[in-house]
């Protein structure tokens, strides 16, 4: 059982920058693809972006590539999180952003595909 915990959203206006982590415990965190999705009020949760078990693939929605990096630390005696840096942010980036585990290599913005959750962290951008 992999327990996901998610931190560094908050309240930032239009334009600045947010770094979300994600710390993995209870599991072999290097065999598990990683993603960030999110979910607005009043719609459907949504892929942000993703990053293999290595850390040598890396995948973005639409909506952030070239505001956002994704990246993990799987080196020994890390700390085992993953992160999510957010630049240029804009107030439709408004949402809960939660982190993702998936331990099989399948569609990795299909959010179903993923085994374990975190509770989420918001992220309000004010214009």
């Known amino acids: 059982q992999v327990q996901l915990v998610e931190s560094g959203g908050g309240l930032v206006q239009a334009g600045g920058s947010l770094r979300l982590s994600c710390a993995a415990s209870?599991?072999?965190?290097?065999?598990?693809?990683m993603g960030w999705f999110r979910q607005a009020p009043g719609k459907e949760r949504e892929f942000v972006a993703s990053v293999s078990w290595s850390g040598g693939r890396t995948y973005y929605a639409d909506f952030v590539k070239g505001r956002s990096t994704i990246s993990r630390d799987n080196a020994k005696n890390a700390k085992n999180t993953v992160y999510l840096q957010m630049n240029s942010l804009k107030p439709e980036d408004t949402a809960v952003y939660y982190c993702a585990a998936m331990g099989s290599s399948s569609a990795y913005y299909a959010g179903a595909e993923y085994d374990y959750w975190g509770q989420g962290t918001q992220v309000t951008v004010s214009s």
């Open positions: 209870g599991g072999t965190f290097s065999r598990y693809h």
